[in-house]
């Protein structure tokens, strides 16, 4: 699901996933002066004018006036250790720019973003956001204890344990949900169309997800869940594909329902399976450069196959550009609800103290040039799946695609 990418230049690029601070699967985001000029040294930038920096020199009195200040008149000196309010006051200024994807990450936060991208999770297995100033679930993982205890896309939290969820940090927020296997967490959450907040009480356990699932139905259709986008995708969906070719499917489905996104690079590899080589995949448009169009590699296998591809308002970022690379090129039909709309892009920088910024650095369209960023993608056949459908884990819009294409045939 995360949505990282070695470009090259020692940074690593997010498409995905919409979780506002740092993509994070719950359960599994010297002197003073020193350090804040290390910080703006380390962190450096085309897109960064030198002179913006002198003419803001001048800006930074009142900052340190009030530093002292709190140095030397706050009652409790020790308080904040000068460290925290360093960080504190990065974190200010990142979160100035109001954007839930940029974001400053303190050592402590920066490891644990990295365990959680490298290692075995425990928790609950769901992608959060913020979305204005409210904690939100933009998709519980498939087979989680999340989507096990009946958390859907759009579920808001209010309260953790009791604990008022705006009262968090996302990170202390993401922390008081994930936890060891067997332990259980009690989630008040606020839901579209019910006048009350209802608790629901999830017991925690490893996420251990396959990124791609296959199944074959009696009519010779084929099914993929592609579950996250992540560095096994691809390896694991060119292998489902290498093993359905020899018995000629009579059509393909593509699930990314509840799929919250992953590599930039793995959604072009699969497109690149279902599409002629050098089609264009998606288009990333950046500050100061060039429009950079990124085209499919040389591996089409079933560019002739008739597919299907569903989609919900858990599909976002990875997600939505394979489905609207689809759509734009008429290669197949997308099936479903709206999806999220993520249609930006993220880099993260590393610093010698091990703190981070995640920052959004670009934006992504279609390869008609269409934005999907706070819209969403419309499906060419739109398939509610209905409470009803929900609680008697009656697939509909798997079956609608199903039926779809024996149709067609």
């Not at 690379?325 to 993520?342: E, P, S």
């Amino acid at each position: 699901m995360y949505e990282l990418e070695n470009t090259g230049t020692g940074k690593k690029v997010f498409v995905g996933s919409v979780i506002a601070i740092f993509s994070f699967l719950v359960g599994w985001q010297a002197s003073s002066f020193g350090l804040l000029g290390n910080v703006f040294e380390t962190n450096k930038s085309e897109d960064i004018v030198v002179s913006d920096k002198v003419e803001h020199d001048e800006n930074l009195n009142l900052f340190w006036d009030i530093w002292d200040k709190l140095d030397k008149e706050y009652v409790d000196e020790s308080k904040v250790p000068s460290e925290d309010k360093i960080y504190g006051a990065i974190k200010g200024l990142v979160n100035s720019f109001e954007d839930p994807y940029t974001v400053f990450m303190t050592p402590e936060e920066s490891k644990e973003f990295g365990e959680n991208i490298d290692g075995k999770l425990e928790g609950i297995g769901a992608e959060l956001t913020v979305e204005d100033k409210l904690l939100k679930i933009v998709t519980p993982m498939k087979g989680s204890p999340a989507e096990n205890a009946g958390l859907l896309p759009g579920d808001i939290i209010y309260k953790i344990d009791e604990k008022i969820a705006n009262d968090m940090s996302l990170f202390d927020a993401i922390m008081a949900i994930r936890g060891k296997k067997g332990t259980s967490v009690t989630l008040t959450i606020g839901r579209k169309n019910l006048d009350k907040t209802f608790d629901v009480s999830i017991i925690r356990d490893s996420i251990e997800i396959d990124s791609v699932t296959m199944e074959k139905t009696k009519s010779g259709i084929v099914y993929l869940s592609v579950n996250q986008f992540n560095e096994k995708t691809n390896e694991q969906f060119g292998k489902a594909i290498s093993g359905m070719i020899l018995d000629e499917p009579k059509g393909l489905i593509v699930d990314l329902r509840y799929n919250g996104g992953g590599y930039l690079s793995s959604a072009v590899e699969l497109l690149s399976y279902l599409l002629p080589a050098n089609t264009n995949a998606v288009e990333i448009r950046q500050r100061g450069k060039e429009n950079d169009m990124m085209k499919t590699n040389g591996n089409p296998k079933l560019t002739k196959v008739p597919l299907i591809v569903l989609v919900n308002e858990g599909s976002a970022s990875a997600s939505e550009i394979l489905a609207g690379a689809v759509q734009d090129l008429k290669r197949g039909i997308v099936m479903g609800t709206k999806t999220y709309g993520k249609g930006s892009v993220q880099e993260v920088d590393s610093f010698e103290d091990g703190s981070s910024i995640r920052m959004t650095i670009a934006k992504w369209f279609t390869p008609n040039g269409r934005s999907v960023n706070h819209v969403g993608l419309i499906p060419d056949i739109v398939v509610e799946l209905k409470d009803e459908d929900l609680k008697n884990k009656k697939d509909t819009q798997k079956e609608a695609a199903i039926k779809y294409l024996e149709e067609l045939r």
